[in-house]
């Protein structure tokens, strides 16, 4: 058993898994175990893991959780992985494409003091043919969000021990001691609660320690995007402000 886990929550993820699953296989730092969590899929995201796990070149477990939500299926992940051993948690989801040395740089976050670690969020260019505004827009959407955050009354509270972080949940390392100090992910679907948000709200009053790792990148979908445009995306980080009639975006 290694000390870092990788988790994977995935709800019909068949077109888009098996990229992220190449992603994990690339990286510079191999030392790692990794599990995908079918949320109750009903598509072949199962069959993919199957498949991809035969020459891996790391360990890739498969779980299941019934219960819908992206709060739910990372926490069953996190559960597992703490349960195996693991000492060292991270988290991206099911459409990223995690760069070669994130891993390394997670581990190096951990190891070097922090209990939660964050990086870039960078747009996927191998999903559409995008237009240089596009290229642009995802780092915007996320900066504006992450402005936004530091002033969202919901992150401003006394007991809050240091500031508001961004930490999207696609990009996201944590202690196994931290995640279960603090409660963890909550067990809620996308369209309830931002379940990242959450977990660094949680994490805020019980340590200082967090913070962005440099070289801990991840290229993100731009599919909800597209599907939302920017205002409505905005709106949709903002406190679901938006709320469309679907949310699984595919």
Same mark, same amino acid.
């Given at each position: 058993?290694?000390?870092?886990?990788?988790?994977?929550?995935?709800? #019909?993820?068949?077109?888009?898994?098996?990229?992220?699953?190449?992603?994990?296989?690339?990286?510079?730092? $191999?030392?790692?175990? !990794?599990?995908?969590?079918?949320?109750?899929?009903?598509?072949?995201? =199962?069959?993919? @893991?199957?498949?991809?796990?035969?020459?891996?070149?790391?360990?890739?477990?498969? &779980?299941?959780? $019934?219960?819908?939500?992206?709060?739910?299926?990372?926490? /069953?992940? *996190? %559960?597992?992985?703490?349960?195996?051993?693991?000492?060292?948690? $991270? %988290?991206?989801?099911?459409?990223?494409?995690?760069?070669?040395?994130?891993?390394? =740089?997670?581990? %190096?976050?951990?190891?070097?003091?922090?209990?939660?670690?964050?990086?870039?969020?960078?747009?996927? /260019?191998?999903?559409?043919?995008?237009?240089?505004?596009?290229?642009?827009?995802?780092? $915007?959407? @996320?900066?504006?969000?992450?402005?936004?955050?530091?002033?969202?009354?919901? #992150?401003?509270?006394?007991?809050?021990?240091?500031?508001?972080? *961004? !930490?999207?949940?696609?990009?996201?390392?944590?202690?196994?001691?931290? +995640?279960?100090? !603090?409660?963890?992910?909550?067990? /809620?679907?996308?369209?309830?609660?931002?379940?990242?948000?959450?977990?660094?709200?949680?994490?805020?009053?019980?340590?200082?320690? +967090?913070?962005?790792?440099?070289? *801990?990148? @991840?290229?993100?979908? &731009?599919?909800?995007?597209?599907?939302?445009?920017?205002? #409505?995306?905005?709106?949709? +980080?903002?406190?679901?402000? +938006?709320?469309?009639? &679907? @949310?699984?975006?595919?």
């Amino acid at each position: 058993m290694t000390d870092l886990w990788v988790v994977v929550p995935a709800y #019909n993820e068949e077109a888009s898994l098996p990229a992220t699953l190449r992603a994990l296989a690339g990286q510079s730092d $191999a030392d790692f175990e !990794c599990v995908v969590v079918d949320n109750s899929s009903t598509d072949r995201t =199962a069959e993919v @893991v199957r498949e991809f796990a035969v020459t891996a070149g790391f360990p890739l477990h498969l &779980v299941t959780e $019934a219960r819908k939500g992206t709060g739910a299926a990372a926490d /069953t992940g *996190m %559960r597992f992985a703490i349960e195996a051993g693991a000492r060292y948690l $991270a %988290r991206t989801d099911a459409d990223c494409l995690p760069v070669p040395g994130w891993t390394a =740089a997670v581990r %190096r976050g951990l190891s070097g003091g922090l209990e939660l670690a964050t990086g870039r969020l960078r747009p996927r /260019t191998d999903e559409f043919r995008l237009k240089l505004w596009e290229s642009r827009l995802l780092p $915007a959407v @996320v900066a504006t969000a992450a402005w936004f955050g530091r002033f969202r009354p919901g #992150n401003q509270d006394p007991r809050y021990l240091g500031p508001y972080l *961004m !930490c999207p949940g696609c990009n996201l390392a944590i202690t196994a001691d931290l +995640y279960q100090r !603090c409660g963890g992910f909550p067990r /809620t679907a996308i369209e309830e609660e931002h379940e990242d948000r959450a977990l660094v709200n949680r994490v805020r009053e019980l340590t200082t320690a +967090y913070g962005q790792v440099p070289g *801990m990148t @991840v290229h993100g979908s &731009v599919r909800r995007l597209r599907a939302f445009g920017l205002r #409505n995306t905005l709106a949709w +980080y903002a406190d679901h402000r +938006y709320r469309p009639d &679907v @949310v699984d975006i595919r």
